[in-house]
């Protein structure tokens, strides 16, 4: 059950898009379209749903967030890029063994 | 509104036990499959276990499996997890999270603001 692959970090400018990658295997990402992605502005806090079931967005998210998949890789993009944008992210997947698993997290940077 | 809350963390030595509790409120529990989540100090999220609806099914992380087992009391509207045998990997705070609407489970909608091990001799 090992977590699923993110880039560690990500820089963008504001108004610029940006886009984080997941990848996990046939067993998790690519196996099932139930692929999240979570927001945590600070280590200890609440991480909040922005991404479900690889492509939707809970009311209340900003359509500025935008989730896809393909393959074994899932992907979230963030256009329009804000400083209230920066914060750490992280993907998550349920797995073939009925489990889920997290990504490594990545965090987002705005200049 | 969906709101929880969790309960008893604290300091606890190595090779003791703990239980932490989830109060939940503002939604009808009994409807929600619901799971506990870790973040150790500068780390990752890490998931734990998810329990079903009625309690009848739960599945556990390989990490903690063996040491740890979830509870719900759709009366009470609570969740637990107990925890046994802690060693300072333990060390994390530990949150409640709902599962979303719908008999699938794929992902945590909802989130308590979570509760802090520290496991130390």
């Known amino acids: 059950q090992s977590a699923l692959t993110q880039p560690a970090s990500v820089t963008g400018s504001p108004g610029q898009s940006i886009t984080i990658s997941c990848t996990g295997t046939?067993?998790?990402?690519?196996?099932?379209?139930?692929v999240s992605w979570y927001q945590q502005k600070n280590p200890g806090k609440a991480p909040k749903l922005m991404i479900?079931?690889?492509?939707n967005r809970p009311s209340g998210v900003s359509d500025r967030f935008s989730g896809s998949k393909s393959g074994n890789t899932a992907s979230l993009t963030i256009s329009g890029l804000r400083a209230e944008d920066e914060a750490d992210y992280y993907c998550?997947?349920?797995?073939?063994?009925?489990?889920?698993?997290f990504g490594t997290g990545t965090k987002v940077t705005v200049l | 509104q969906v709101q929880l809350v969790e309960s008893g963390g604290g300091v606890v030595q190595p090779g003791r036990s703990l239980r932490l509790s989830c109060a939940a409120s503002?939604?009808?529990?009994?409807?929600?499959?619901m799971h506990w989540v870790r973040q150790a100090p500068g780390k990752g999220l890490e998931w734990l276990a998810v329990i079903s609806l009625y309690g009848d099914r739960k599945h556990y992380a390989y990490s903690v499996e063996g040491r740890v087992a979830i509870s719900r009391d759709n009366s009470e509207n609570t969740l637990d997890l107990q925890m046994n045998s802690l060693e300072t990997d333990d060390t994390a705070v530990y949150y409640c999270a709902r599962e979303g609407p719908g008999s699938a489970w794929s992902m945590f909608d909802h989130w308590g603001q979570g509760t802090l091990i520290s496991v130390s001799s």
């Open positions: 046939s067993s998790d990402v690519g196996g099932y379209n139930y």
């Open positions: 503002g939604f009808t529990f009994s409807n929600f499959a």
């Open positions: 479900y079931e690889v492509s």
């Open positions: 998550s997947s349920y797995t073939s063994s009925s489990l889920f698993v």
